[in-house]
């Protein structure tokens, strides 16, 4: 199955994801390659080598050994591990890789990576922030989700009042998106988990409404719906933007799980259902709070029984993970896989998704594989921002890429937290988009940011811990918690579903609400 190539004859094999042969052989043909493209049609390979997370990119030595791997598309990684495979001194790239379709050779079911590590950020400037300042400072930040919210309380907390704090939203207000689930089955209305923005502005922090329409780091300035807002510092906490419209049909079959809409929507098709498939869809990766879908399919499957329907209702789960919350570890997942079975419902890993056949009312996989779908439950497609890859902010992975402790990027002044961001662990694996992260990490950026408006260097590190509740029906949830950036994989505990962790959550809701607003 492997032949020959390269001057060091090297054996070279690809391994589709899920494809048949026919595709494989299809894909060969079209890129011309001169080695053999063979299916892994039960994600058995997958499995051995892969990380857990979909898409992933990995290169084997000739000794079998892994020498590369990313959950991105680094094509100057690669070409420095195949020269150095080769014995060739490495070349870099004459030009930015092309997308698929413009010449570039990439993995039918991988995608995106980053670089090996993060660069430093550059030593500031003594003109643009950093040192001792003496005149008074502007911090903005942008988006009033759960990292723009304690960044600005926390910042404003150890900043003297001279220092301006800025918080830029679209919105008029802050959701605590975690209950979007509760409104799912009736057990919030809108109201009840949203409040105003402008009350910000009694704990001395400015609000401004309005969209974020340029970054311009170069002269440290904000373009917001016509006004122009200067900074010396950035904390960029837009979180990740849903783009539903990237998929046929799916803003018309779809319920939407992370919009308040979607949800009302869905709680309205719930009440309705007299039978038929529940398909709960993840099309792609990553998303936030990893844990949602898996949330979404235990509470609608409780709800069935209390509404007496649930002998007559099939529950589907369509995931590309090979595991639930794969980065979180096997017990975690495994642990997952166990409720789902128990509860009765159908569980699909490794489930690359196509289309939606809405004639019919069926997701399709790419390789043929169709799930029933009457009533559709979908995770939109995430992305960076359209504001943030237009700065070129934006990294190989789509995402901005920062110090994992730190959180500073590249550029001098600019922070980037929570679900914009990405992290890179220690085991090659992406930090999961959850709101807990975002509040930690904001915690160390405010400390930071403070520090150095003090003239004083700041120390305050990210340390990977952080934690979940996991919804499981009938009034019942799981805790998990423990070390993300623990080597050589985090180490994540997983305690028992029952009613006191979700007395826990619903406390942790209202304190939310009540603490910051």
């Known amino acids: 199955?492997?032949?020959?190539?390269?001057?060091?004859?090297?054996?070279?094999?690809?391994?589709?994801?899920?494809?048949?042969?026919?595709?494989?052989?299809?894909?060969?043909?079209?890129?011309?390659?001169?080695?053999?493209?063979?299916?892994?049609?039960?994600?058995?390979?997958?499995?051995?080598?892969?990380?857990?997370?979909?898409?992933?990119?990995?290169l084997v030595g000739p000794d079998g050994r892994v020498v590369f791997c990313e959950n991105e598309f680094d094509e100057a990684g690669y070409s420095r591990e195949i020269a150095r495979l080769c014995g060739e001194p490495a070349r870099p790239p004459s030009a930015p890789s092309p997308t698929r379709g413009e010449g570039m050779v990439a993995a039918p079911f991988m995608g995106a990576s980053s670089d090996a590590g993060i660069k430093p950020a550059p030593t500031p400037s003594p003109s643009k922030g950093g040192g001792n300042h003496s005149s008074p400072q502007t911090i903005v930040i942008l988006g009033g989700g759960t990292g723009g919210i304690v960044a600005a309380h926390h910042l404003r907390k150890r900043l003297p009042r001279e220092h301006r704090i800025v918080l830029i939203d679209r919105?008029?207000?802050?959701?605590?998106?975690?209950?979007?689930?509760?409104?799912?089955?009736?057990?919030?209305r809108a109201e009840q988990i949203r409040r105003p923005l402008m009350r910000l502005k009694s704990k001395g922090i400015e609000y401004h409404h309005g969209s974020v329409n340029g970054i311009d780091t170069e002269n440290r300035m904000i373009h917001a719906d016509g006004a122009d807002i200067p900074y010396d510092h950035l904390v960029i906490a837009l979180g990740a933007e849903t783009a539903p419209e990237s998929i046929p049909h799916f803003e018309d079959k779809a319920h939407n799980l992370y919009s308040v809409e979607g949800c009302t929507r869905l709680h309205e098709a719930l009440e309705s259902f007299q039978g038929g498939a529940i398909t709960v869809l993840i099309p792609s990766m990553p998303?936030?709070?990893?844990?949602?879908?898996?949330?979404?399919?235990?509470?609608?499957?409780?709800?069935?029984?209390?509404?007496?329907?649930?002998?007559?209702?099939?529950?589907?789960?369509?995931?590309?993970?090979?595991?639930?919350?794969?980065?979180?570890?096997?017990?975690?997942g495994g642990a997952i896989v166990e409720m789902l079975r128990s509860r009765g419902i159908h569980y699909h890993p490794l489930f690359t998704f196509k289309e939606l056949n809405g004639a019919e009312e069926r997701v399709v996989a790419a390789d043929g594989q169709a799930v029933r779908a009457g009533l559709l439950i979908g995770i939109p497609p995430h992305r960076a921002p359209a504001v943030v890859r237009e700065a070129g902010l934006a990294g190989v992975s789509g995402w901005i890429h920062v110090d994992p402790h730190t959180m500073k990027t590249q550029v001098d002044g600019v922070y980037a937290i929570g679900d914009v961001a990405a992290v890179k662990l220690p085991n090659g694996k992406m930090l999961?988009?959850?709101?807990?992260?975002?509040?930690?990490?904001?915690?160390?950026?405010?400390?930071?940011?403070?520090?150095?408006?003090?003239g004083e260097g700041g120390n305050a590190a990210f340390d990977g811990k952080g934690y979940c509740w996991v919804e499981t029906g009938d009034g019942r949830a799981g805790f998990a918690s423990g070390n993300f950036f623990a080597e050589p994989e985090p180490r994540i505990t997983m305690h028992r579903p029952g009613r006191m962790w979700r007395w826990g959550k619903l406390a942790f809701e209202q304190w939310w609400l009540r603490h910051w607003f």
């Open 171 to 188: 919105s008029e207000s802050h959701l605590f998106a975690p209950s979007l689930l509760w409104m799912m089955v009736g057990l919030r």
């Open 1 to 58: 199955m492997a032949e020959k190539f390269g001057p060091k004859g090297l054996d070279v094999v690809y391994v589709g994801a899920m494809e048949t042969a026919e595709d494989c052989e299809r894909w060969k043909k079209e890129y011309g390659l001169p080695f053999p493209v063979i299916p892994d049609p039960e994600g058995q390979l997958f499995r051995r080598f892969a990380n857990g997370w979909v898409p992933f990119n990995l």
């Open 432 to 454: 999961p988009k959850s709101g807990v992260f975002a509040h930690f990490e904001a915690e160390v950026v405010a400390k930071n940011i403070a520090a150095e408006v003090g």
């Open 287 to 332: 998303f936030k709070c990893p844990a949602a879908p898996y949330e979404a399919a235990f509470l609608v499957e409780a709800f069935a029984r209390r509404r007496g329907i649930r002998d007559k209702t099939d529950i589907h789960l369509l995931t590309p993970e090979h595991q639930p919350m794969p980065v979180a570890g096997k017990l975690l």
